[in-house]
């Protein structure tokens, strides 16, 4: 099994986990009520897709 010759550096070790990171949702607004939405989901407060209502929300 192979081992490291050399200790890592702090540096080193950080500069490979840079593109280890979460991004944040793309998130829009509803165009019938103006909440915040997931991009290409259904709205969870009106329950419209894309000028359509999807599902009924009382």
């Not at 607004?29 to 419209?48: I, R, V, Y």
């Amino acid at each position: 099994m192979a081992l490291p010759k050399r200790k890592v550096s702090k540096s080193k070790r950080d500069k490979r986990r840079t593109h280890q990171k979460l991004t944040a949702p793309n998130v829009t607004k509803c165009p019938q009520c103006g909440e915040s939405k997931l991009s290409h989901h259904m709205c969870p407060k009106c329950g419209t897709y894309k000028g359509r209502t999807v599902l009924e929300i009382e």
